[in-house]
């Protein structure tokens, strides 16, 4: 899988993850938010998010924290739906 990391209109990041067939730079234009924060690629491995590599065509690169990112969008989803 691919993954942009947005910053919001908050100032918050904010990714997607999209499938690997999909081009960032056209993924890039289907999204409202102006700044790009990273991109590259994503995958589990033992339960854990691994983000590596970058974009080319946005000029950005994965970044230490993309994952950690990435692992608190889904923990902060997971917890509303348990609490629903």
């Known amino acids: 899988m691919k993954y942009i990391i947005f910053e919001d ?4 990041p904010v990714p997607f993850i999209f499938p690997q067939r999909v081009d960032h730079a056209d993924m890039r234009e289907q999204l409202p938010y102006s700044k790009v924060l990273s991109a590259g ?3 589990m491995e033992g339960g854990e998010f691994c983000c590596y590599g970058g ?5 950005v690169t994965s970044s230490p924290e993309d ?7 889904f ?3 997971e917890s509303l739906v348990h609490n629903a």
């Open 9 to 12: 209109f908050s100032g918050q």
């Open 41 to 43: 690629y994503v995958l």
């Open 55 to 59: 974009s080319p065509e946005l000029q």
């Open 67 to 73: 994952a950690e990112t990435i692992t608190r969008k």
């Open 75 to 77: 923990a902060r989803r």
